[in-house]
């Protein structure tokens, strides 16, 4: 035991040059910043990408790269670029038959004319589904915190819209209100065997419902149509839906998987089905019983016939939690999980991406033997510094929208993103801030990572934000909060 304390002592000991970390981590921000049509408008994936090989595009505008940039340019108050990058966003959705009302992965300025990209570019071939989730959460907390109405109730973007929610929302062969998507359509662009319903994907259309209704109702004074008004109750209705088939499918903790494993199978006809999606108890997973402990609770990688994946994955949950899909309860049950199961999720470099990875027979037939994919690596349980932000700000949001809730887990946890920040601040500007990192512990660099990678870069500036200059402004994230946040 001394031996540990003395080595997590070293580990997160406070550096005293935290103030030199941070103008040199700004001043590599700014210099990923780029102009589209003669305005700033977002973020290359990476700097070196300027000299790296042509073929590359980590000198594009990544819309997902972009929304921490897009974030942390909010809490600087520079509206004029987010606004930019919105705008830019809306002129290159797709209005094409096969892709009608996808926003682009990524885009870029060449010779004047914008390139971007839908799918048609991409290694596999595959359209991204998260940047078309992604940009009505923008466009909300952006008018939210600049306090532009006008932008939100423009014809161009309730046009947007129209055309989001006409992709989303149209009648499938899904019975349940989950969007389906294939392997490789999100953040996991690579295949994980996540294809279905995957939980990134499902909380993003949770919170991109919830901002498409607070954009449109934006228009309800001056826009009394009956045709706005069935897209508001159609919207509505989706969001809720979605939340509790997601919280009851989803959702589990030990009390839940005691009653999973007892449910009758093989059920048939219209009664009230028990076990809906006939999983066998077989099929739930060895390690599960200690990685949930007594009281923590977490949602599930996706739901699918017969085959649920129980893996964690850190952005959906953290998701979860800030878009308000959680209960406040079960957002205390999923830090506590966490909490518990630190050693996995953190352990050197903040935080892995997906628990447990994949490996041998399993990882050969479910990647395809993809060598960036093996275990400890890239999406397979790599560590992504990242990801931190993402679930540091709903441990943030949460104490501040519930203050007085279980204060000592709340101080647990306050504690632990204050290690897992000075980790970051020690180990990053050394490791030239790369994109992810490999193995067990995340203490090695990824195979093949970029450096000087941007979400790196300010995913730490907004960890140093919340936690150092300005705790408050991580209200803004509340999508439940009215404008002035």
């Known amino acids: 035991m001394g031996t540990r304390f003395t080595e997590e002592s070293q580990r997160f000991r406070p550096s005293s040059k935290e103030d030199q970390v941070v103008q040199k981590a700004q001043e590599h921000f700014e210099r990923t910043l780029i102009s589209i049509q003669g305005q700033l408008a977002g ?48 002129d290159l959705q797709s ?16 010779e004047g004319n914008l390139v971007a990209d839908y799918g048609q570019r991409s290694i596999g071939r595959i359209t991204s589904v998260d940047p078309s989730l992604w940009w009505p959460i923008l466009c909300w907390i952006y008018v939210k915190r600049s306090g532009d109405t006008d932008f939100g109730r423009s014809p161009e973007v309730q046009r947007g819209i129209q055309l989001l929610l006409d992709l989303v929302l149209h009648p499938s062969f899904e019975g349940t209100p989950v969007l389906f998507v294939p392997d490789c359509a999100f953040m996991i662009d690579r295949p994980m065997d996540v294809w279905g319903a995957p939980l990134e994907v499902e909380v993003l259309l949770y919170g991109a419902l919830r901002s498409c209704v607070e954009l449109m109702e934006l228009c309800q004074r001056h826009d009394t149509s009956a045709l706005l008004a069935e897209r508001l109750r159609l919207s509505r209705k989706w969001t809720h839906d979605l939340r509790q088939f997601l919280l009851k499918h989803y959702w589990v903790t030990s009390k839940t998987m005691q009653v999973l494993r007892r449910r009758p199978t093989e059920q048939y006809g219209d009664n009230q089905h028990q076990n809906e999606f006939n999983v066998q108890p077989q099929v739930i997973p060895d390690w599960l019983q200690d990685w949930l402990q ?51 999720l953190m352990a050197q470099m903040p935080m892995r991406i997906c628990h447990p990875p994949m490996a041998g027979v399993e990882w050969e037939n479910k990647t395809g033997s993809d060598p960036k994919n093996w275990p400890w690596s890239y999406h397979n349980g790599g560590h992504w510094p990242s ?27 306050t504690t632990l993103l204050d290690e897992c920040y000075w980790s970051h601040l020690n180990q990053l500007p050394r490791q030239q801030w790369a994109e992810y990192f490999d193995g067990p512990t995340g203490t090695w660099v990824g195979q093949q990572s970029r450096t000087f990678q941007t979400w790196t870069i300010v995913g730490f500036l907004l960890t140093h934000h919340f936690l150092r200059v300005n705790p408050d402004d991580v209200l803004m994230l509340n999508l439940d909060a009215g404008l002035g946040r």
């Open 43 to 90: 973020s290359v994936a990476a700097l070196e990408s300027s000299y790296a090989d042509s073929e590359l595009n980590y000198g594009e505008i990544f819309v997902r790269d972009n929304v921490p940039v897009m974030i942390y340019l909010l809490v600087q108050g520079r509206f004029a670029i987010v606004k930019q990058f919105l705008k830019v966003c809306l």
């Open 95 to 110: 209005t094409s038959v096969q892709t009608r009302g996808v926003f682009p992965t990524s885009f870029v300025e060449e």
């Open 294 to 344: 007594d009281r923590g609770g977490y949602l599930i990688g996706n739901i699918r016939t017969g085959r649920p994946d129980f893996r964690f994955y850190s952005l959906g949950n953290s998701l979860a939690s800030m878009f308000g899909l959680l209960t406040a309860p079960q957002q205390r049950a999923l830090f506590r999980l966490v909490h518990h199961n630190r050693d996995h």
């Open 387 to 413: 990801l931190l932000w993402f679930f540091g700000s709903s441990i943030l949001l949460h104490e501040r929208l519930h203050p007085n809730a279980d204060v000592l887990l709340m101080s647990e946890m």
